[in-house]
């Protein structure tokens, strides 16, 4: 019987019928005859456990689901292809950034961060834009978010920050209808948060389709040339289609009307031939440079202004094509920020190097076996030459060679298949050579303290509509917590931003005083230089203008 299975575009097995072979077959490949009537004693005779048919259907439904993901649960992935326009030899050695035309195969997967797989595309959630780029040197993944900030400094942080904003554990709803107080409890502890809160109350976090969305690597990482030379670099995708957001009542209604409204605009778009397209570009900065800012830029809660440092297109990203199987590949694909080539390098950033260690280790429980990487959608289409060997669902194995190093095999007198891989010091991965001392301690620099600066910048950086609907969001949100110290701090916080956004959320809330300010290190209004305008915020191309209000709704 021939085999039914082919390869998905993601490489993964895929069954579609051929010819007019279609005789139904058990796992095993056993033709069946009957999948319909279980085998029992007599037509009202008791079910027979022997119906080996039966059991296998049953045994493998029992077993279709896998967890979902502890965060981003609810993706959606698009195969595409990454074209470097500008070669940067001078800043990486990495031949994706080295080689102009080449196209370098991608799956990107979007997602919402907080709802589980069945939440609506809507809510008001940072989206994940999480790129695998499958290159000639291994798997390089941009793992990012449509937000350039994060919510914490230090990866240590994380659960509690999720736990707080996911649904509460005892009863598995947040406290309250759409805001919690756990949420606002957790941020207005957190002044480290508070860029990050202005960025989400503002309207990119209801984004009227994935394709409208900006895209960050958020953290600093490292550039390293062939010559070993050290660039700080910041990534950023930009839409071809602009930057366009819905407004809050449309949001509610479109998830009222289509949960799966942005997965579907996607598919669409690319089944009708319309392929979404961004722009990489970079923020190239050295670190005596790096120096001069008033901020860490080892600090994922700032970002570097556009205006001190430009950022620099060079390639593009094409989406176009969609998946043939949402499991064996939206599912299945494992997103890791160690995944990195040589030329590109991580920083000391404290989040990052957190998430370095998140990724793997949940991957391994999510899908199962160290061997994810032989599911096609995560292998390399590199080739792929180790030491490793067995474990669950391994597909290969050293064959015919050394399966251990050092080995005495590859000498003159034997062919180099027998000995295996070498490591090669020119060609391999190398850490960049930081200088790494200091004191082992839990105490953050000074250099991450100032908390409102970049708050107050990109609020300030915003039209006068924007702003309207930033004080909206908040008096919403907050209005939904249900203790009053919360929302009092919240406001509190926000004075150091902006006094009036600050009186405008206290008038909403109904708050009869403005509550005092929460003691800070640095007071922005106060204590801090006018800083430079952050035009950066809002020049997507298209921006926020093009946006078209009520077009969902019918
Ligand atoms: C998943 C982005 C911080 C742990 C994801 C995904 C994205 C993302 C885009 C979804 C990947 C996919 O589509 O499969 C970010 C960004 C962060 C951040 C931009 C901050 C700058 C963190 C931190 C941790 C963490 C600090 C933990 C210390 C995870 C985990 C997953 C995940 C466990 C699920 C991975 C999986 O099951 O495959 N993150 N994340 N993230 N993130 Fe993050």
């Known amino acids: 019987m021939p085999n039914e299975f082919e390869l998905s575009k993601g490489g993964a097995n895929h069954q579609k019928p051929k010819g007019d072979d279609d005789i139904m077959t058990t796992a095993q490949g056993h033709p069946v005859a009957d999948d319909q009537n279980w085998l029992s004693a007599g037509p009202r005779g008791a079910q027979l456990l022997e119906d080996h048919i039966a059991r296998e259907k049953i045994f493998h439904f029992d077993h279709e689901r896998i967890p979902e993901r502890v965060v981003h649960a609810r993706g959606y992935g698009v195969h595409g292809h990454f074209e470097l326009k500008k070669a940067i030899p001078e800043y990486s050695r990495a031949a994706i950034f080295n080689e102009v035309g080449e196209k370098t195969p991608t799956f990107t997967r979007f997602s919402t961060v907080a709802g589980n797989k069945g939440s609506p595309d809507l809510a008001r959630d940072v989206r994940g834009f999480a790129t695998k780029f499958y290159t000639k040197e291994g798997n390089w993944d ?112 479109v998830n009222g009307m289509d949960p799966d409204f942005h997965r579907r605009d996607m598919w669409d778009a690319i089944e009708a031939g319309d392929f979404p397209q961004w722009d990489l570009g970079i923020q190239v900065f050295d670190e005596n440079f790096a120096e001069q800012f008033e901020f860490d830029v080892l600090d994922a809660t700032k970002i570097i202004p556009e205006e001190r440092v430009p950022v620099e297109i060079i390639g593009t990203l094409t989406l176009d094509a969609n998946v043939d199987n949402f499991f064996a590949e939206t599912e299945q694909v494992a997103f890791c920020t160690q995944n990195i080539v040589p030329g590109i390098d991580h920083s000391d950033d404290p989040l990052l190097q957190g998430r370095n260690f998140s990724y793997l280790d949940t991957q391994l429980k999510r899908l199962g076996s160290p061997n994810f990487t032989h599911i096609p959608i995560n292998a390399p289409k590199c080739p792929v030459r180790h030491f490793q060997q067995d474990g669950h669902m391994a597909m290969t194995n050293p064959k015919g060679r050394a399966n251990y190093e050092p080995n005495s ?22 850490s960049y050579r930081a200088e790494v001392s200091g004191p082992k301690m839990r105490t953050r620099s000074e250099t991450f303290a100032d908390h409102y600066s970049q708050a107050r910048q990109f609020y300030i950086s915003q039209t006068p509509v924007e702003q309207t609907h930033m004080a909206n969001a908040l008096t919403f949100e907050l209005s939904k917590c249900d203790r009053a110290d919360i929302r009092e701090r919240m406001v509190g916080h926000l004075r150091h931003i902006d006094e009036g956004l600050a009186q405008e959320v206290a008038d909403g809330l109904g708050l009869l005083e403005l509550p005092d300010k929460v003691p800070a290190a640095r007071d922005p209004i106060t204590d801090l230089p006018e800083s430079p305008a952050l035009s950066i915020i809002r020049n997507g191309p298209g921006s926020f203008r093009g946006r078209k209000l009520g077009i969902y709704i019918a």
Not at 415 to 425: D, H, L, S, V, Y
């Open 409 to 430: 095999w590859g000498d003159t007198n034997n062919p180099i298949e027998q000995r295996g891989p070498r490591a090669c010091p020119t060609r391999g991965f190398e």
């Open 142 to 253: 941009l793992v990012g978010n449509n937000i350039p900030v994060f919510f914490i400094q230090d990866a240590i942080k994380f659960p509690d920050l999720i736990h707080a904003a996911k649904p509460a554990p005892d009863r598995g709803f947040p406290q309250a209808q759409t805001a919690h107080d756990n949420f606002w409890d957790f941020v207005s502890l957190s002044p480290e948060s508070m860029n990050m809160i202005m960025w989400i109350m503002s309207d990119r976090t209801i984004p009227r389709s994935f394709r409208f969305m900006e895209g960050f690597g958020v953290h600093t990482f490292r550039l390293v040339s062939e010559k070993g030379e050290s660039h700080f670099v910041k990534f950023h995708w930009k839409p071809k289609l602009g930057l366009q957001s819905v407004v809050w009542n449309e949001a509610l209604k």
